[in-house]
């Protein structure tokens, strides 16, 4: 076993078992009267020991301040923080038993690296010797050993995430806290650093609560997704769930890329699946369970899903409805993208790892077919699940 392994190994040995935590009815509001506004609307979440829950949503939606909540770093209008059936309402920030990985890494720039992870057991007035031993442990555990005299202006900006990091397992909390950790990073050191805290985090079991607006770090990093819109979750499941069969047209959207196709129903929705007719062919596709008893309903047809075939056809005549015109191509290296357009709208395709030869131009007619097990039928207005 390496040192690296070894040491993150005893660090996850010897921390306290980590937290259940839930929600309840978790609000925030702001101002007054007409100027009042409620930034976290009666928010319930469960998050289980162990597990890596990410709050995912577009600005102003809410999940930084549901993460303060928790955190107490805003007090809430009602509802409650429960960690392992405790309410922390009234327990201050400190004496929480949570630590929180901040967006400005938040480091003392007059401390050396390992002051900087040491502070939090020099304020809880932790002995020397255990002290020494704790930090050599979280220092090893995040390969740090060799910058524990550094400064921090002379880290890179990941060595610093890792001092942060360190800084916060050190404490050895029931739940960890990230508040867009990584959005200062480079795409390439973000990358790496998304499988940094995930391997550091699975090694421990601990319980975290990841706050971030990047859908990549959220599909990649999580055990589940909290989608959030206008304070309310729209739909909190694991990350195939969230990308396959999204709770609403919102969650389809806001989640990687969509076309979403109007329909024909051709027979009522039954066992969790619909007939339908789209682009010229009848099919049963997988269904939302609202879709069964809504009058107007919308497919969700991720590109990569869509499939694209020859027509040797030279005249622009008008387009049956399962053709289409290419308006444009463009070539990734190990994709390429279309947009296509057909009498239902402009249709984006992809089409991974293609023969270059086989690629179409713009102007090529097309005939579009798509992998009905991969389709989603969703009510068109907004649910929630």
């Keep these: 076993m390496t ?46 020991p162990g597990e890596f829950v990410t709050l995912l949503g577009p600005s102003g939606c809410g999940k930084t301040t549901t993460l303060r909540m928790i955190a107490g770093f805003e007090d809430p209008t009602g509802g409650q923080v429960l960690l392992d059936d405790v309410n922390m309402i009234e327990t201050p920030p400190n004496k929480r038993p949570m630590a929180m990985v901040f967006q400005s890494y938040a480091l003392f720039p007059h401390l050396k690296v390992r002051d900087n ?129 999204p709770a609403s047209v919102f969650v389809a959207d806001f989640i990687g890329r969509a076309n979403f196709l109007d329909v024909e129903r051709e027979a009522a929705s039954t066992d969790g699946r619909a007939r339908i007719r789209v682009l010229g062919h009848a099919v049963d596709v997988p269904a939302h369970p609202l879709a069964a008893t809504s009058s107007d309903v919308v497919l969700l047809l991720r ?34 993208e279309y947009e296509v357009e057909t009498e239902h709208g402009t249709i984006t395709a992809v089409v991974a790892d293609p023969n270059v030869d086989d690629i179409h131009q713009e102007g090529d007619h097309v005939e579009l077919s798509f992998n009905a097990e991969r389709a989603w039928l969703l009510p068109r207005e907004s649910v929630t699940s």
């Design 3 to 48: 040192d690296l392994a070894a040491a993150t190994k005893l660090l996850a040995d010897t921390s306290p078992a980590h937290g259940r935590l839930r929600l309840r009815g978790l609000t925030k509001e702001f101002g007054t009267g007409a100027d009042k506004v409620t930034a976290v609307d009666a928010v319930d979440l469960d998050i289980e």
């Design 117 to 245: 992870v040491g502070y939090g057991l020099k304020i809880r007035r932790t002995p020397a010797a255990l002290l020494r031993e704790e930090v050599d442990l979280a220092l090893e555990s995040m390969n740090l050993g060799p910058l524990a005299n550094r400064a921090p202006n002379q880290l890179s900006g990941g060595q610093q995430q890792r001092v942060a990091l360190a800084r916060a397992m050190v404490m050895k909390p029931k739940v960890l806290l990230f508040d867009e950790p990584l959005s200062n990073l480079d795409a390439k050191l973000r990358e790496r650093m998304r499988i940094e805290i995930r391997r550091l985090q699975r090694h421990l079991g601990i319980t975290s609560v990841y706050v971030t607006h990047d859908q990549a770090e959220a599909m990649s990093m999580s055990d589940r997704i909290v989608v959030m819109n206008g304070g309310r979750v729209e739909q909190a499941a694991s990350p195939d769930v969230i990308y396959r069969q």
């Design 303 to 336: 590109p990569e899903s869509v499939r694209l075939q020859a027509v040797d056809r030279r005249a622009a005549e008008g387009l049956g409805g399962h053709e289409g015109r290419v308006l444009f191509s463009v070539f990734y290296g190990d994709h390429v």
